[in-house]
């Protein structure tokens, strides 16, 4: 990337940035709730490391990655480049017990826990790697659930957080979902904030509920997420899959 594009990039980012900020605010205006209990993840995924160096220069806190490999990559460049101005990462995409050892050793939150082998999994290498992970459920909200989704029904959430206290080195935070392809995105976040309710009722700490991308950040919003993960709002269109 030359100087100029750099800056152009930068531009373009700061941009965006600010027009999702102002759908943030406006929408915890209209649901009557302080910005700060609502946190913005930008989803970097397929993005390069240059953007999230950018990223954290314009201010922000928090990214998200889904593949393991692309991921460690760039958290470890990342981490020598930007020292303490790494934002946390948080892994939001469904992950492979095989990659969980790795994303232990360097993910801050895993949003996609719906088995106990995973957990297992990712225990072992928090454990390996002395660190403490913060995890979120994932829950499926849709009526038809598939397996190859990834997310619990909602009916089990509350038996695998349960479970999770056997594995010290994961705390649990709370829950995370995506809204279902044609479905009211509202509704289904107000069944996920019913299912939230509960899960704190049995774990205090589980306060946060990861919900809302670029498409349905508002009504995120509205039914109480704290934790919204936005890509393509912010960054533009992925680059195709490698
Ligand atoms: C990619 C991804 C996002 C970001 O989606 P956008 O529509 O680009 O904002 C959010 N959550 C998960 C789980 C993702 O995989």
Known sequence: MTADEGADR?????????????????????????????????????????????????????????RDQEAAEKVTGLRTRLGDRLPAVHFVGQLQRNKAASVASYVDVVHSIDRERLAVALDKGAVRAGRQLDVLL????????????????????????????????????????????????????????????????????????SAGMSADLEQAIAAGATHLRVGTAILGSRPPHR
């Open 10 to 66: 930068r531009a373009e980012l700061a941009r965006s940035l600010e027009q999702t900020e102002a759908r943030i605010q406006a929408a915890c205006e209209a649901a009557g709730r302080p910005r700060r209990d609502v946190t913005l993840i930008v989803v970097t995924k397929f993005f390069p490391a240059s953007d999230v160096e950018l990223l954290a220069d314009l201010g922000v806190t928090d990214i998200g990655e889904s």
């Open 138 to 209: 994932q829950v499926d909200l849709d009526p038809d659930p598939d397996p190859d989704r990834g997310g619990l029904p909602p009916t089990e959430v509350s038996g695998l957080a349960d479970r999770l206290t056997a594995y010290p080195s994961l705390r649990l935070r709370g829950l995370m979902a995506v809204a279902p392809l044609g479905a009211d995105p509202a509704e289904a976040f107000g069944r996920l904030g019913a299912v939230s309710e509960q899960v704190r009722a049995a774990y205090p700490d589980a306060t946060i509920v």
